[in-house]
């Protein structure tokens, strides 16, 4: 069975600095990975996802990830943080197949401060 | 234009009653899902319809029960509600292609059970 670790549940950084937000899976086959972001009292969004191919992928607002296969690591970074970053980023790993059975991590709260 | 629309947005009701949340998708979808959210954010699938047809149903009591009248709509039934129902529950909508699709989330449906 596929799962996602995701380290810290919260993470504050100031505004200007860089975002680290870590991931792990675990999947027995090549994964599909995936990273939402849920402002608050909002559904989810697609960050962005890793499926095949450059291993460096590039999302929406400024943030990117690298799949690590070595390291079964899937980080999310972004440079240089904004306000509006502050949300709930979720990691998730899909099981190749008809449809996607996203399995997600317990997510990680981003608080951005001046 | 909402591309997945959930009605209500908040559900506050007894024990032992029953109720709907009605999803609807106007972005031409094949499959939609039911995720629960439950109080600390983790999020975990329920259902999936892929054109009508179920084809995901994790260990979900049978309290619970899906049905889609058409490929836009994916509606779930809750009978005789108990209090560990109490979630935000999310509706998505994706084209599945082999497991790499972007799931597209509704705004959720606030249910607590009282």
């Known amino acids: 069975a596929q799962s996602v670790t995701q380290l810290g549940s919260h993470v504050s950084v100031s505004e200007g600095a860089l975002v680290l937000l870590r991931c792990n899976y675990s999947?027995?086959?090549?994964?599909?990975l995936f990273w939402y972001v849920q402002y608050p009292n909002q559904g989810l969004q697609l960050l962005l996802k890793y499926t095949t191919g450059a291993t460096l992928v590039k999302g929406i607002n400024g943030f990117e990830a690298e799949f690590k296969k070595s390291e079964t690591s899937f980080h999310l970074t972004k440079p240089s943080a904004h306000m509006s970053d502050a949300a709930e980023y979720f990691c998730?790993?899909?099981?190749?197949?008809?449809?996607?059975?996203?399995?997600f991590g317990t997510g990680t709260r981003l608080q951005v401060t001046l | 234009d909402t591309a997945v629309s959930q009605t209500p947005k908040y559900l506050v009701t007894q024990m032992g009653n029953d109720k709907s949340i009605k999803c609807e998708q106007n972005?031409?979808?094949?499959?939609m899902y039911w995720y629960k959210q439950d109080s600390k954010k983790f999020l975990k699938i329920m259902f999936s319809?892929?054109?009508?047809?179920?084809?995901i149903n994790e260990t979900v009591p049978n309290r619970f029960s899906p049905k889609s009248p058409d490929k836009a709509h994916l509606n779930l039934h809750i009978n005789s509600l108990e209090l560990g129902d109490s979630a935000v529950y999310f509706c998505a909508s994706s084209r599945p292609s082999g497991g790499t699709d972007t799931q597209y989330f509704g705004p959720g449906t606030r249910l607590t059970v009282l």
């Open positions: 998730a790993v899909s099981e190749h197949g008809t449809a996607s059975k996203l399995t």
């Open positions: 972005l031409g979808h094949d499959t």
């Open positions: 319809y892929n054109n009508k047809e179920l084809i």
């Open positions: 999947s027995s086959v090549p994964p599909y």
